[in-house]
Protein backbone atom coordinates (compact mmCIF):
# COMPACT_ATOMS: atom_id res chain seq x y z
CA UNK A 1 0.00 0.00 0.00
CA UNK A 2 1.36 3.42 -1.17
CA UNK A 3 1.50 5.99 1.76
CA UNK A 4 -0.04 9.20 0.04
CA UNK A 5 -1.28 11.18 3.12
CA UNK A 6 -0.09 14.74 2.55
CA UNK A 7 -1.72 16.40 5.33
CA UNK A 8 -5.10 17.38 7.15
CA UNK A 9 -8.21 19.44 6.48
CA UNK A 10 -9.72 20.95 9.02
CA UNK A 11 -13.62 22.35 8.07
CA UNK A 12 -14.84 25.85 8.93
CA UNK A 13 -17.97 24.37 10.49
CA UNK A 14 -16.66 22.48 13.49
CA UNK A 15 -19.21 20.17 13.82
CA UNK A 16 -17.65 18.79 11.13
CA UNK A 17 -14.52 15.84 11.39
CA UNK A 18 -11.03 16.50 10.03
CA UNK A 19 -10.77 14.96 7.15
CA UNK A 20 -7.32 13.17 5.66
CA UNK A 21 -5.74 15.16 2.37
CA UNK A 22 -4.55 12.88 0.00
CA UNK A 23 -2.02 13.04 -2.90
CA UNK A 24 1.43 14.47 -4.65
CA UNK A 25 3.63 17.53 -4.55
CA UNK A 26 5.49 17.77 -7.59
CA UNK A 27 9.39 19.71 -7.53
CA UNK A 28 7.83 22.30 -9.58
CA UNK A 29 6.03 23.75 -7.03
CA UNK A 30 2.41 21.75 -7.85
CA UNK A 31 0.64 19.50 -6.15
CA UNK A 32 -2.99 17.48 -6.92
CA UNK A 33 -4.66 16.56 -3.84
CA UNK A 34 -7.96 14.73 -3.06
CA UNK A 35 -10.19 14.52 0.37
CA UNK A 36 -13.78 13.08 0.49
CA UNK A 37 -16.17 14.26 3.26
CA UNK A 38 -18.31 11.57 2.62
CA UNK A 39 -15.08 9.25 4.45
CA UNK A 40 -12.72 11.72 6.43
CA UNK A 41 -10.20 9.21 7.48
CA UNK A 42 -9.49 8.08 3.88
CA UNK A 43 -6.91 5.08 3.58
CA UNK A 44 -3.76 6.32 3.35
CA UNK A 45 -3.34 4.96 -0.20
CA UNK A 46 -6.69 6.09 -1.97
CA UNK A 47 -6.65 8.87 -4.54
CA UNK A 48 -10.93 10.06 -4.35
CA UNK A 49 -13.76 12.65 -3.57
CA UNK A 50 -13.06 16.22 -4.14
CA UNK A 51 -9.89 17.05 -6.07
CA UNK A 52 -7.57 20.42 -5.94
CA UNK A 53 -5.01 20.88 -8.21
CA UNK A 54 -2.60 24.12 -6.72
CA UNK A 55 0.45 25.85 -7.38
CA UNK A 56 2.56 27.63 -5.12
CA UNK A 57 3.34 30.91 -5.33
CA UNK A 58 6.03 33.47 -3.57
CA UNK A 59 9.49 33.04 -2.26
CA UNK A 60 9.08 30.49 0.08
CA UNK A 61 6.07 29.05 -1.51
CA UNK A 62 4.08 29.96 1.14
CA UNK A 63 0.48 30.92 -1.22
CA UNK A 64 -1.37 28.62 -3.17
CA UNK A 65 -3.34 29.39 -6.16
CA UNK A 66 -5.08 26.65 -8.20
CA UNK A 67 -8.91 24.93 -8.33
CA UNK A 68 -10.98 22.51 -6.40
CA UNK A 69 -13.76 20.54 -7.56
CA UNK A 70 -16.96 21.32 -5.28
CA UNK A 71 -19.71 19.08 -4.57
CA UNK A 72 -21.25 18.50 -7.54
CA UNK A 73 -17.77 17.96 -9.48
CA UNK A 74 -17.01 21.35 -10.68
CA UNK A 75 -13.89 23.15 -10.81
CA UNK A 76 -13.86 26.48 -8.55
CA UNK A 77 -10.93 28.88 -8.22
CA UNK A 78 -9.22 28.19 -4.87
CA UNK A 79 -6.33 29.80 -3.34
CA UNK A 80 -4.76 30.45 0.57
CA UNK A 81 -1.93 30.68 2.75
CA UNK A 82 0.14 28.26 4.63
CA UNK A 83 2.01 28.84 7.74
CA UNK A 84 4.91 30.77 7.74
CA UNK A 85 5.84 35.44 6.81
CA UNK A 86 2.55 35.01 4.71
CA UNK A 87 0.20 32.80 6.50
CA UNK A 88 0.49 33.35 10.10
CA UNK A 89 -2.64 32.04 11.90
CA UNK A 90 -4.92 34.78 12.95
CA UNK A 91 -8.76 34.94 13.84
CA UNK A 92 -11.19 35.44 11.23
CA UNK A 93 -12.46 39.28 10.38
CA UNK A 94 -14.75 40.69 8.34
CA UNK A 95 -12.37 42.87 5.33
CA UNK A 96 -13.65 46.15 4.09
CA UNK A 97 -12.17 48.81 2.07
CA UNK A 98 -9.35 49.65 4.55
CA UNK A 99 -7.76 46.53 3.93
CA UNK A 100 -7.54 47.36 0.80
CA UNK A 101 -6.12 51.14 0.40
CA UNK A 102 -2.84 51.43 -0.72
CA UNK A 103 0.06 50.27 -2.14
CA UNK A 104 0.90 46.13 -3.00
CA UNK A 105 3.32 44.74 -4.36
CA UNK A 106 1.81 42.22 -6.78
CA UNK A 107 3.29 38.92 -8.46
CA UNK A 108 2.01 37.75 -11.58
CA UNK A 109 3.24 34.38 -13.05
CA UNK A 110 7.39 35.48 -12.03
CA UNK A 111 6.54 38.97 -12.77
CA UNK A 112 6.50 42.10 -10.53
CA UNK A 113 4.99 44.87 -10.19
CA UNK A 114 2.44 47.50 -8.04
CA UNK A 115 -1.03 48.13 -7.39
CA UNK A 116 -2.42 50.90 -5.49
CA UNK A 117 -5.54 51.45 -4.67
CA UNK A 118 -7.25 54.63 -4.05
CA UNK A 119 -9.95 55.55 -1.52
CA UNK A 120 -12.21 52.64 -2.03
CA UNK A 121 -15.91 52.20 -1.28
CA UNK A 122 -16.68 49.25 0.94
CA UNK A 123 -16.46 46.04 -0.77
CA UNK A 124 -19.64 44.87 -1.06
CA UNK A 125 -21.59 48.25 -2.65
CA UNK A 126 -20.86 46.97 -5.70
CA UNK A 127 -19.46 50.39 -6.87
CA UNK A 128 -16.26 50.77 -8.87
CA UNK A 129 -13.13 52.50 -8.05
CA UNK A 130 -10.09 53.63 -9.59
CA UNK A 131 -6.54 51.62 -8.64
CA UNK A 132 -3.01 52.17 -10.37
CA UNK A 133 -0.77 49.10 -11.84
CA UNK A 134 2.50 49.21 -12.80
CA UNK A 135 3.70 45.84 -14.29
CA UNK A 136 6.09 46.24 -17.06
CA UNK A 137 5.89 42.68 -18.24
CA UNK A 138 2.69 43.05 -19.55
CA UNK A 139 2.79 47.01 -20.80
CA UNK A 140 1.11 48.57 -17.58
CA UNK A 141 1.57 51.79 -15.99
CA UNK A 142 -1.89 53.28 -16.13
CA UNK A 143 -5.09 54.13 -13.78
CA UNK A 144 -6.98 50.54 -14.10
CA UNK A 145 -11.01 49.99 -12.76
CA UNK A 146 -11.36 47.87 -9.82
CA UNK A 147 -14.67 46.90 -8.36
CA UNK A 148 -15.80 44.24 -5.62
CA UNK A 149 -16.39 40.82 -6.90
CA UNK A 150 -20.19 40.00 -7.05
CA UNK A 151 -19.17 36.55 -6.41
CA UNK A 152 -17.49 36.53 -3.32
CA UNK A 153 -17.22 40.12 -0.82
CA UNK A 154 -14.08 39.24 -0.23
CA UNK A 155 -12.58 40.04 -3.59
CA UNK A 156 -11.97 42.91 -6.00
CA UNK A 157 -11.52 42.34 -9.82
CA UNK A 158 -9.34 45.06 -11.41
CA UNK A 159 -9.95 44.94 -15.05
CA UNK A 160 -8.29 46.72 -18.66
CA UNK A 161 -7.70 46.72 -21.74
CA UNK A 162 -4.15 45.24 -22.95
CA UNK A 163 -1.58 47.93 -24.42
CA UNK A 164 -1.06 45.30 -27.29
CA UNK A 165 -4.87 44.41 -27.43
CA UNK A 166 -6.98 42.63 -25.84
CA UNK A 167 -8.32 42.34 -21.98
CA UNK A 168 -6.91 41.88 -18.55
CA UNK A 169 -8.45 40.67 -15.43
CA UNK A 170 -6.89 40.67 -12.38
CA UNK A 171 -9.05 38.95 -9.07
CA UNK A 172 -7.29 39.02 -5.79
CA UNK A 173 -9.40 37.83 -2.62
CA UNK A 174 -8.66 39.03 1.09
CA UNK A 175 -7.52 36.46 2.91
CA UNK A 176 -9.89 35.66 6.37
CA UNK A 177 -7.10 34.70 8.51
CA UNK A 178 -3.80 36.87 6.90
CA UNK A 179 -3.42 41.06 7.00
CA UNK A 180 -1.96 42.06 3.66
CA UNK A 181 -2.28 39.27 1.61
CA UNK A 182 -4.17 38.86 -1.65
CA UNK A 183 -4.50 35.99 -3.61
CA UNK A 184 -6.33 35.28 -6.75
CA UNK A 185 -5.28 34.69 -10.26
CA UNK A 186 -4.44 37.05 -13.78
CA UNK A 187 -6.74 36.40 -17.56
CA UNK A 188 -5.42 37.74 -20.36
CA UNK A 189 -7.01 37.37 -23.73
CA UNK A 190 -5.80 38.14 -27.33
CA UNK A 191 -7.29 41.32 -29.45
CA UNK A 192 -9.41 38.32 -31.38
CA UNK A 193 -10.74 37.23 -27.95
CA UNK A 194 -8.89 34.12 -28.54
CA UNK A 195 -5.64 32.71 -26.57
CA UNK A 196 -6.74 33.31 -23.38
CA UNK A 197 -4.59 32.79 -20.68
CA UNK A 198 -4.34 32.38 -16.63
CA UNK A 199 -1.70 32.31 -13.97
CA UNK A 200 -1.84 32.28 -10.47
CA UNK A 201 -1.06 35.64 -8.42
CA UNK A 202 -0.40 37.02 -5.14
CA UNK A 203 -0.25 40.44 -4.18
CA UNK A 204 1.47 41.82 -0.28
CA UNK A 205 1.30 44.81 1.15
CA UNK A 206 3.92 47.46 -0.09
CA UNK A 207 6.07 48.68 2.79
Request: hydrophobic share 40%.
Amino acid sequence: MRDRRVGNLYPAATVRPVQRVNGEARDDGTATLWFDPATPALRYDLLQGRRMDVRLLGGAGDVFVGTCADEAGVSRPCYGALAGPLGTAGTPRERGAADLVGPWRVVLDGAEGRLDFGGAPGLGSGSSFGARLVLEAYGFSRTVDARPDPADPRAVVVTSERPVGGTFTLRLGLLAREDGVLVGEARTTEPDGGGARTVGAYAVRAR
